[in-house]
């Protein structure tokens, strides 16, 4: 073992199918990917292991529960996309139980964590989806499902040295890393405070309703975790950063669980309740969530245009505000940023101007991704890139944002806030 290299096993999660013949896709991939991690491990002296579904779990544990947290366990997520079915239109589809779990293993470990692998017989990788475009290109393999088993041996011993190749330059950077502060049971806490507050609203409902389609940015600091004191007169300090600018309109209330400001709630025609068109709220013991109406439909229009920089100067105003309150209240330091996009199905992202537009998101909501944030202190926008980049790819732009250069958000320079 090498040095100061700890003892912990990495841990591959394979996500299969079986639609296709499990010899040429489902038990080719595991036993590829078996011999890879065995060879990958033996070089970098540390012990990988390669698991699915349930299985190495005592009784009968629930699949999807199980499968979710394995997948949050895992250090590389590994993941069968070879087209398995076509849509009315021709589409060429890959297994939709593999894409649920990709998507959830892009939020929970991102790009640099994640495998795709595809027997190109059925179809060839410039055909994934669109939301795929902008990972490289899947490892790739060519094996019908009546090849003999001489052909078959060679495509799979071929295909382990491609595995082996992506598995250790993974590896080498978990190796390389240093290690995480805080730990990583910290982050745990983190996110799934987050996932909680934003699955459930339940135990603490938001006081004011944001009118959709709306931006939700909600932001835990890692101190908050210590339920630190917040007193009501430092919180009340603090309330001028609330809103999204100096001359905005302002409604303030608090409870015993929380403090909100937002825009005077209007009525809104064939709809019960008042809206408010943003929303700034503080939640014991540190937990923010600020919501921002992104657009609004113009007469009977079927789509509702919505430019892509004006979400962008959403996210970082918000990020921005919930930094220096947090501050103030001496919540700064490392926290856990997540976003969505609510109420979209009718929204399209479009660029600098009304016309040059993406495609109809054609989705009630779309996460932004939940990522670290290793110092919560404005400005922030140059560390929301991954959260903007996402936002454009939900949009059907395959390049990212344009308002980035050289790693910058040029954002601030161009008064976008």
Aim: proline letters at 8%; charged letters at 25%.
């Amino acid at each position: 073992m090498r040095n100061n290299i700890p003892t912990k096993t990495f841990k591959i999660f394979y996500s299969w199918q079986s639609d296709r013949e499990n010899k040429c896709c489902k038990d080719f991939i595991r036993k590829a990917a078996d011999a890879a991690a065995e060879r990958v491990s033996a070089h970098f002296g540390v012990p990988i292991s390669v698991e699915a579904d349930t299985e190495g779990v005592a009784g009968t544990p629930p699949i999807n529960e199980t499968i979710l947290r394995k997948i949050d366990e895992c250090d590389i997520f590994l993941a069968d996309m070879t087209f398995v079915a076509a849509s009315g239109v021709g589409k060429l589809l890959p297994n939709p139980n593999v894409m649920g779990e990709y998507g959830y293993a892009l939020k929970s470990k991102g790009l640099a964590r994640i495998l795709l692998a595809m027997n190109t017989a059925f179809g060839p990788p410039e055909n994934l989806p669109f939301d795929l475009h902008h990972l490289r290109h899947p490892a790739r393999y060519t094996l019908e499902e009546s090849a003999p088993d001489g052909q078959r041996r060679k495509a799979r011993s071929d295909f382990s040295a491609i595995l082996e190749r992506n598995i250790s330059i993974a590896i080498e950077e978990l190796l390389k890393a240093p290690e995480t502060t805080p730990s990583t049971s910290r982050w745990g806490e983190a996110e799934e405070a987050i996932s909680r507050f934003l699955h459930s609203r339940v135990a603490t409902p938001s006081p004011v309703l944001v009118k959709d389609p709306k931006l939700v940015v909600c932001v835990i600091p890692i101190a908050s975790l210590d339920h630190p004191r917040l007193s009501a007169a430092a919180v009340k300090a603090t309330r001028p950063q609330f809103p999204p600018s100096i001359d905005a309109r302002v409604q303030d209330g608090q409870d015993e669980n929380q403090w909100w400001s937002s825009d005077p709630p209007r009525h809104v025609v064939n709809k019960p309740n008042r809206e408010a068109r943003w929303s700034f709220r503080l939640v014991r013991p540190g937990l923010f969530e600020v919501a921002t109406t992104i657009g609004e439909r113009v007469g009977d229009d079927p789509e509702i245009v919505v430019l892509g920089r004006d979400i962008e100067r959403h996210l970082v105003n918000a990020v921005d505000r919930v930094a220096t309150v947090a501050h103030q209240l001496g919540l700064q330091g490392p926290a856990l940023i997540a976003a969505n996009l609510e109420g979209i199905e009718d929204v399209e992202i479009h660029r600098e101007r009304p016309g040059a537009g993406g495609r109809r998101i054609r989705r009630p909501s779309a996460s932004l991704r939940t990522f670290p944030i290793q110092s919560l202190t404005a400005p922030t926008a140059d560390a929301l890139a991954d959260m903007m980049e996402s936002m454009w790819l939900i949009g059907g732009w395959d390049d990212g944002s344009p308002f980035f250069a050289d790693g910058r958000w040029i954002g601030y320079e161009s008064n976008h806030t």
